[in-house]
């Protein structure tokens, strides 16, 4: 995006506009050199900062002539950690969801889960379990955030292989 300091306004690439009487076609923006677009007084925006996870903060922007702003407003913790610990149980259920026959058929017929499996399928909950210990005890939603982003899952037996 370009904002024109003759016309304040800004112009999407892609698109024509005017500026001065002139009709540029909506192709000028991809096609002219820097030195074309600050002739005619266009400054390409330039953002300060980065938008944040959306998952965790209301992400608006603030356009200042050249410069785009994020700001970034954290959602309601308790809100974000409710969420959190949904998506942890839902992952640990989706991972052993697959292997729970095993179980069965342990049950049934008295055959021993492999050792490797069991031994698998005790460290996805585990890792769920502490992970919602850590989401529980975070204090803001950038620590949440950084919680839910260094979850590791351990990988099965057949993804091990």
């Keep these: 995006m ?5 016309t304040n306004t800004y112009i999407q690439e892609g698109t ?6 002139i009709q540029y076609p ?6 002219s050199t820097p030195q074309e677009k600050a002739e005619i007084g266009l400054e390409e925006v330039i953002a300060t900062n980065s938008p944040a996870n959306q998952q965790y903060y209301w992400v608006s922007q603030e356009l200042n002539g050249a410069t785009l702003t994020y700001i970034n407003n954290p959602k309601d913790l308790d809100t974000c950690k409710t969420n959190a610990v949904s998506q942890l149980r ?3 259920y989706t991972m052993l969801l697959p292997t729970d026959w095993m179980v069965v058929k342990s049950v049934e ?10 031994t698998w399928r005790a460290s996805i909950r585990t890792t769920c379990e502490n992970a919602i210990t850590a989401v529980n ?3 803001d939603v950038d620590a949440l955030a950084t919680v839910m982003g260094s979850v590791v899952w351990e990988l099965s037996p057949a993804q091990v292989k």
Excluded: H
């Design 109 to 118: 017929t008295s055959t021993p889960i492999p050792t490797d499996w069991n």
């Design 90 to 92: 839902t992952t640990a």
């Design 2 to 6: 370009f904002y024109s300091t003759t």
């Design 16 to 21: 024509a506009f005017e500026i001065n009487g």
């Design 26 to 31: 909506q192709n000028w923006l991809n096609l």
């Design 137 to 139: 005890a975070c204090a």
